[in-house]
């Protein structure tokens, strides 16, 4: 009897281990991929080796309020990764306190081929990137040097930090690699226009979906261009200045007119679930969308030359672009374990 | 005809030796000097800050600009890099790694010590007034190029290359203010600034020290070629065209006043 209780404990803890063994943030696999048929990545990995401890590390940081001055705003306080590490429902994202910025804040994903970052295209480079949102007064408020001295204090980050870079002095340095380890691996590639586009077994688009497809090809295609659905211009859209936020985009960074009220062009990968839409966040649905380009486009000398011409769209073209547009919502990236947040465990 | 013949003669050694001089000069033309890892000497670079004449002290005293304006300086840094020492030959000797931050505030910033300089005699000292532009598309970075050192612009990427702040009752300002960040990588709008400097046979011996003291003069900040009206130019804090003009007037505020030999 004795022996028989010994034999279940020991299957228990088996099993115990083994679904261990199964959980992601154990060692998640963090091998980069390139999907076939896609551009080589511009973000330069030579610099940057990935490592499991450095994605670890910069999980961690994401997820930490600690960046903010107040210890109550993280990154993935505005970039969930339900709605492709965008701030869903809001049309521009709070930070500290509940102050609200001027943008919408931006989805996050295969930031690897991103030429330049930022709506207005300030940011040169994926590293450099949350440098903005850690010290603007709207976000999280703090100063570069007293998170880096927050994190010196901390034994754990000690410990992640050595673990990951093998120096026992944080740097503002580390924590931008780190934070780039783990964000460069948001791969978006898995979407059943993916599996149609690869052929794979089971998948095929309706027959409304391939007219949404057709639609798109012709009419949204040179900006948003496929595989990555952007080609990382940036463009006057045709949006009316709001003359409250009085962004001028491109402008602002250049000091060119002929930038003005030029933005980036976002990916229109899940962008079923990333509403609202545009910089400001100021279209709540995709109909909204696809009128502006029909119906709304304000002409300036600026306006991208591909809205020059009016774009004619019947409601059933209308309905199957919306269809075609479900299609790049990747639910393997959206719900992808590796990702999640692990601060408390 | 034998004239002819004579001058196409000499034409043609004319053409020959030209060519042959242009051969030398490109295969000689800054490249590294090769050194014996015993036969090599460090040179000490001070840095003395003034306001004309006078030496720059912050907070307190007042100055006089080209414009006969009185002025208080506050803050002042500014980005050495890429230091480079010319032989008579046109071969160089280039710091690797070569980025170095000036704070006013900060007395050990003054002095640059650079070490493995080949011994010889050097004609020519060479720097950059900022970051290049390979270096401001690398992504993070670190020592004096650590976005903690209050010289990165975060929301339009790149390194500030020189800082002047400070007040004056001519600036139309909250406190009478005025702040210039000068930088910007980009054309039209690129700040950085090559400075060559004359050295005379500057000598370099294996295991001693050489001193060149550079006198930094941040009244040129305001003086050529662009005459600076702080009632109108005092808030200078991005990529323009502001940005360019003072970043040329600060392009002679170095000057070599005096080299010590090895010792």
Redesign the interface.
Known sequence: MKRKKKHIGFALLTAILGMLSFMPNREPDIKFVIPKGWPKPVYNFAGNTLTTNGFKLGRALFFDPLLSRDSSTSCSSCHLQFTAFTHVDHSLSHGINGLKGTRNSSTLFNLAWNTSFMWDGGVNHLEMQPINPITNPVEMDSKLEDVILKLNHSPHYKKLFYSAFQDSVITSKYLFKALAQFTVMFESYNSKYDKVSRKEKGFEFTAEEQKGYAIFQKNCNTCHAEPLFTNHTLKNNGLALDPELNDVGRMKITQNREDSLKFKVPSLRNITVSAPYMHDGRFRNLDQVISHYTDGIIHSSTLATELKQKISLSAEDKKNLILFLNTLTDKEFLFDMRFRNYLNN | MNVLKKYSTINYGIALLFSVWCCYSFTNAQKPITAKKNDQGKIILKLNLVFNEQALLLGNKAYINASGDSLIVDEFKCYISTLRFFNSKNQVSSEPNSYHLINAEDSSSLTISVTKIPAGNYIGLNFNIGIDSTT???????GAL???KGM?W?????YIAAKLQGRSKKCNTLHHAFEYHIGGY?QP?HALRNIDLKLQNLKVESGKTTVIELKVDVAEWFKTPYLIDLSKTNNVV????EAITIATNYSDMFSVSKTRDPF
């Open positions: 401001s598309v690398s992504g993070a970075l670190d650590d976005p903690t990165f975060a929301w339009n990427t790149g980009l709008y991005l990529p323009n065209k």
